[in-house]
């Protein structure tokens, strides 16, 4: 099995290490892993079945270390369903992350908000998602050793966990809004009749991943955090145009605020369960 080969492979490169949460890293929010105490980099091309991303502003490696006191394996990049090489390699490593130690996944993602309160440079807590890209990573036969053929996606993203992104935000002064996250195809970004769509459905920011990461994870039985990091708000809502390189600056941009929301929330589930860390 794929994802076996490749979680063998991430404890020998980084002996003696156990990592406990992953971490996927978005757009623009790579430098996070730079500050991973005794980071040990591993490239994906290295790693058996991982993705290697096409896309500016993801790295594609595996930094494993410690970060608020939690062993962290960390994620510097994704793939994304507009790159065409379909979910496989997505499947491998979030499903090797669980069979190298870890029990939570948090995920982080540029994206785009659709509510005009919540501008450029704020966060926001994913309370729940619509997928949208027409596809679902589950799709195919079903591997029984990592979960059920048709999981529930009831509270997919952990009311827990997000009590406890609040609390740190509230506790370091950061403005984390909360809010559904909709999953939109790309690589094109949304027309206005799109983002006045998705708040029809519900939706609060808009991105182009993120949402795969979730179900493979609550498959295999991981638990589940994801904060946005607003980079821009949706066509039509305000002015000027949207591209990637302004998603890049904002994120960026953003990343100080969710470095210290993150390392506030590892030390928080340090303090709850230090033993397993």
Request: glycine fraction near 12%.
């Amino acid at each position: 099995m794929t994802a076996a080969r490749a979680a063998a492979d991430i404890l020998h490169r980084a002996p003696g290490r156990r990592p406990r949460v992953g971490l996927v890293l978005g757009s623009g929010l790579g430098g996070i892993a730079d500050r991973l105490e005794d980071g040990i980099a591993i490239p994906y091309a290295d790693l058996p079945g991982f993705p290697v991303p096409s896309v500016a502003g993801h790295a594609g490696r595996l930094v494993v270390g410690r970060l608020g006191g939690v062993e962290v394996a960390c994620m510097q990049g994704r793939v994304h369903a507009y790159e065409g090489a379909g979910f496989d390699a997505l499947k491998t490593a979030i499903r090797a992350l669980k069979l190298a130690g870890c029990d939570t996944l948090v995920l982080t993602a540029a994206a785009g908000s659709l509510r005009t309160e919540v501008g450029p440079g704020r966060l926001m807590a994913i309370t729940d998602h619509l997928n949208l890209l027409g596809a679902n990573p589950l799709t195919g036969p079903n591997d029984e050793s990592f979960g059920d053929r048709f999981p529930s996606m009831t509270d997919a993203w952990d009311p827990g966990l997000r009590a406890l992104l609040k609390e740190v935000a509230a506790e370091q002064a950061i403005a984390l809004a909360e809010g559904v996250y909709a999953a939109y195809p790309g690589p094109s970004f949304e027309t206005p009749a799109e983002v006045r769509m998705m708040k029809i459905l519900g939706a609060d920011a808009v991105g182009m991943s993120t949402v795969p990461e979730c179900i493979v994870a609550r498959h295999c039985g991981l638990r589940v955090a994801g904060c946005a990091v607003i980079t821009n708000l949706g066509v039509g809502l305000g002015d000027g145009p949207v591209d990637h390189h302004q998603t890049l600056a904002a994120a960026s941009a953003a990343a100080a605020d969710l470095e210290k929301l993150l390392v506030g929330f590892l030390e928080r589930l340090h303090e709850k369960d230090g033993s397993r860390s």
